[in-house]
């Protein structure tokens, strides 16, 4: 029988710790299903989904042990069964002139209208015309029954004047059960 872990890793950036990570994973017969790795203030940090056999968890957990011996923090956490999703996809943009203040504001309209975020990625870059920090978001979400998409795109457009961003929404394709 088999079983779904996740990796959570974090440690000092240098080559060759996804490959330690890989190393791990199909030592102990493991598959490697998906991923979110980078380099984030310095730091490596991530986290990878794997199947493996149940009976083969403590050969990961053993082979986790001897990256953590080499300056990478790995945890194995249980994946829970995938629920069965609903509501309607949508992908969202944010651009605008850093400060504190907008992944909250943005997060708190969301939280409200129940939409849950499937996928959050931001960054910080230089302004082509100012060179000013700009930031810079991207989010798949998942919109309840109940609740329109055009609902989630004017909650976000009323504080878009607010938090001096620019929004782009755009509906998905709707996702494939289980």
């Known amino acids: 029988m088999s079983q779904s872990v996740i990796l959570t890793v974090a440690g000092s950036d240098r080559p060759g710790l996804t490959r330690a990570i890989a190393d791990a994973v199909y030592a102990a017969g493991g598959n490697w299903l998906e991923s979110h790795l980078s380099r984030l203030g310095g730091k490596y940090v991530g986290s990878v989904l794997v199947d493996l056999p149940e009976a083969r968890l403590g050969e990961l957990r053993a082979a986790a042990q001897a990256i953590d011996a080499v300056g990478l923090k790995v945890d194995i956490i249980a994946a829970s069964a995938a629920a069965e999703r609903s509501g309607q996809p949508l992908a969202i943009e944010i651009i605008g002139q850093d400060r504190p203040g907008i992944v909250r504001e943005v997060t708190t309209v969301l939280a409200g209208l129940d939409v849950n975020i499937e996928d959050f990625a931001t960054t910080i870059e230089g302004s082509a015309w100012s060179g000013a920090p700009l930031f810079r978001g991207k989010a798949q ?11 989630v795109r004017d ?21 494939a059960a289980g």
């Open 155 to 175: 909650a976000l457009e009323r504080i878009s004047g607010e938090i001096m961003v620019d929004l782009y929404v755009q509906d998905q394709a709707t996702p």
């Open 141 to 151: 979400l998942l919109v309840p029954a109940g609740v329109s998409t055009d609902q």
